[in-house]
């Protein structure tokens, strides 16, 4: 299952026009983030049109929730880096698809993490994400407006869901949370140049296993891996 998460909305009129657009493409879980607009206010219900089901059945919660509400959340942002940039490294949102469109109809809580209007998301913010996507916008003007890049990952997204659920059991948070602590004790054995090399291979790790989306399975196999190691 896969949830469109909106981070601190600053106007109603856009967390109503996600709504709609939500309803477009199928999606009807909407989660909302310490909003400073009222989602239930009029121009909200306006905006929304035929997608106000969505916006009425809206979860609003604290940001302390949320990070720990999700399997998987995979954060948007506008501003990305280099290779060299491991937090701001990205895919985009046809890559996103064709890679974990199967996985979006599964057992799994995932969130889609857009940021604040103005600002986005905060790099802190970012580095607590699984991992992130963008859209390919021009470099002249990176920043697209809400409701028009839910609308372009839930676009992309659609097409590359199939029909069926997937049943497949993929690792949840815990699995996720206990696997990267075993892979950060086996880092602090071992012996690295300088601390910055340290902290970039925790980085690393945290991408790859949220990229990968793990079975269950799998998860518990390289949990007693890395115990072996350590």
Request: aromatic share 8%; proline share 5%.
């Amino acid at each position: 299952m896969i949830s469109i998460i909106l981070l601190e909305p600053e106007h109603a009129g856009n967390i109503g026009a996600v709504a709609r657009v939500m309803s477009n493409f199928g999606f009807e879980h909407l989660v909302v983030v310490d909003p400073k607009a009222d989602p239930l206010d009029p121009e909200a219900c306006k905006r929304a049109k035929h997608g106000l089901s969505v916006l009425r059945s809206a979860r609003v919660i604290k940001k302390k929730e949320l990070f720990s509400g999700f399997d998987t959340i995979i954060g948007t942002t506008a501003k990305t880096g280099t290779d060299y940039n491991i937090p701001r490294c990205p895919l985009q949102p046809e890559t996103l698809a064709k890679k974990f469109g199967r996985k979006m109809r599964s057992k799994s809580n995932i969130g889609l993490l857009f940021g604040r209007e103005g600002k986005g998301l905060t790099n802190p913010e970012v580095r607590m994400c699984d991992f992130i996507a963008t859209i390919p916008a021009s470099e002249s003007y990176t920043t697209l407006n809400l409701s028009h890049a839910v609308a372009i990952f839930c676009y992309e997204l659609c097409k590359g869901m199939p029909g069926k659920e997937d049943k497949t059991e993929y690792a949840r948070a815990k699995e996720k949370e206990v696997l990267l602590n075993e892979i950060g004790l086996v880092l602090k054995k071992t012996e690295f140049s300088t601390p910055d090399k340290f902290e970039t291979q925790k980085k690393v790790w945290k991408r790859v296993v949220g990229k990968a989306f793990l079975t269950k399975r799998e998860a518990f196999a390289l949990i007693g891996f890395f115990k072996k190691l350590k």
